[in-house]
């Protein structure tokens, strides 16, 4: 079934070992590593007219938007999970543009904070527009539920999926192996948040399905 066929249009379903209900990159995570390692073929459905979920983008007159991802890391670090999974996934084909030094700016009333790329060098630069914190910081994320909660709304701070409280990680039922048989859940809510999180979701499920350590294969 080439991609972007309306599925209405497809006559016929029979002779697919796996079917795939959504093509996020959890879904297509999945699809990609059956079809690769299990020689398995695969059936991926989405309700959108683009496949991609988060991962993809649509415009405006005279503009781009992102739905979710802008920028990913640790894929340009050889050997991290991110670049091993991506290169595994595309068979080598991604290419990945640097956001340069600079890679998000915020205004904060009469102030310009710029995000700057290096975990050291961005608590150098929250340090010198903060030097009332400088020594005072043990800890530094980019992201918190409670920030998240602040400027976004969302409840609980789960603004992709569910919540990331110790509770949700602990939850029996979000694991790839349902109890109904032959029916598995994939995407960030089996793992973690984010493009590399539903990724390595993708990857558990793959593992469960093909009995694969496919996190070492990659």
Known sequence: MPVGTPYKKHRTFEGYDTIIIGSGIGGLTVAALLTKFGDKQVLVLERHYTAGGFTQSFTRPGYEWEVGARYIGQVLRPGSLASRLFYTVTNGEIR??????????????????????????????????????????????????????????????????????????????????????????????????????????????ANVSLRINLLKAS
Request: glycine share 12%.
């Open 96 to 205: 990945w543009a640097t956001l340069g030094e600079v890679y998000d700016r915020v205004l904060l009333g009469d102030m310009t904070f710029d995000f700057v790329a290096g975990a050291e060098r961005l608590l150098d630069a929250f340090y010198q527009a903060m030097p009332q914190a400088r020594g005072r910081v043990e800890i530094a994320e980019l992201s918190i539920p409670l920030s998240t909660v602040e400027s976004t709304g969302y409840p609980q701070g789960g603004i992709y999926g569910l919540a990331h409280t110790p509770a949700r990680f602990r939850d029996p039922l979000l694991h790839p192996q349902t109890p109904i048989g032959n029916l598995y859940l994939t995407g960030a809510d089996i793992s973690t948040a984010d493009v590399v999180g539903a990724m390595v979701g993708g990857a558990l499920t």
